[in-house]
């Protein structure tokens, strides 16, 4: 059974750099495309940016396109989420996904398998 652990969540000064990263167990990885969403309480999940299985194609947030960068390392069974610039606006949990396709996608609904959530809090 496949699971996905994410980590590196803290808090961080506005303007400043953090990395998520999200390991999955079993041998399927590079198969199967990846994703990251955020949650802040009293709201709806929202999609950050996914990545294909093979890591060739990208789609950001428009909330974060150039300040994020997702990527993974197949070999390592290990996506990420480098984050730049943070804004307090940033502030939630963030969520790693995967979807049993190699395509990317950005609604929640395409995606069959979710971690635990990593709080990400960044101060003004």
């Known amino acids: 059974q496949v699971q996905l652990v994410e980590s590196g969540g803290g808090l961080v000064q506005a303007g400043g750099s953090l990395r998520l990263s999200c390991t999955a167990s079993g041998r399927t990885f590079r198969s199967y495309a990846m994703g990251w969403f955020r949650q802040v309480p009293g709201k709806e999940r929202e999609f950050v940016a996914t990545?294909?299985?093979?890591?060739?194609?990208?789609y950001y947030a428009d909330s974060v396109q150039g300040r994020f960068t997702i990527s993974r390392d197949n070999a390592k069974n290990t996506m990420y989420l480098q984050m730049a610039s943070l804004k307090p606006e940033d502030t939630a949990v963030y969520y790693c996904a995967a979807r049993w396709d190699p395509g990317l996608a950005s609604a929640e609904s395409r995606y069959n398998l979710w971690g635990q959530g990593t709080q990400v809090t960044v101060s003004s």
């Open positions: 990545i294909s299985a093979s890591g060739g194609n990208k």
